[in-house]
Nanobody, 122 residues
C-alpha cells in the first residue's frame, strides 16, 4: 500500500515536500515514480528514481525545481518541490514498479497511491 501526503495550498515561488510511505512490503527493489494530473489533462510521469543506483528522471517542466529521493530505511519516497508555479497545480500520485526491468522513464507502473492535491496560487 502506498500513502501519499504533503500536498496543500502554497503561493507561487513556494515549496512543498511530498511523501509516499509504503507499507506491507519493502520498496527497496522497486522503481518509484511521481505522477501528476491536472484537471482536463492526462496523468503524466514527472519524476522517477531507480532501485538499482538511485538514478533519476525528470520531466522537462520540473527539471531543476523538483527533486525525487528515496529512503529504504523509511520505506518511502519523497518529492521536494521548489519554485512552485501555478501550472504545477494538480493531484500528485506516487507509484511503484517491482518489475526490475522497465526503463527509468517508462510510464508503466503496477501499484498506485491515492492522490494528494497541490494548489499553487499566483
Amino acid at each position: 500500500q502506498l500513502q501519499a501526503s504533503g500536498g496543500g495550498l502554497v503561493e507561487a515561488g513556494g515549496s512543498l515536500r511530498l511523501t509516499c510511505a509504503a507499507s506491507g512490503r519493502s520498496i527497496s527493489t522497486y522503481r518509484m515514480g511521481w505522477f501528476r494530473q491536472a484537471p482536463g489533462k492526462e496523468r503524466e510521469l514527472i519524476a522517477a528514481i531507480s532501485w538499482r543506483d538511485a538514478s533519476t528522471y525528470y520531466e522537462d517542466s520540473v527539471k531543476g525545481r523538483f527533486t525525487i529521493s528515496r529512503s529504504n530505511a523509511e520505506n518511502a519516497v519523497y518529492l521536494q518541490m521548489n519554485s512552485l508555479k501555478p501550472e504545477d497545480t494538480a493531484a500528485y500520485y506516487c507509484a511503484a514498479d517491482p518489475s526490475m526491468s522497465r526503463m527509468l522513464r517508462s510510464p508503466l507502473y503496477d501499484y498506485w497511491g491515492q492522490g494528494t492535491q497541490v494548489t499553487v496560487s499566483s
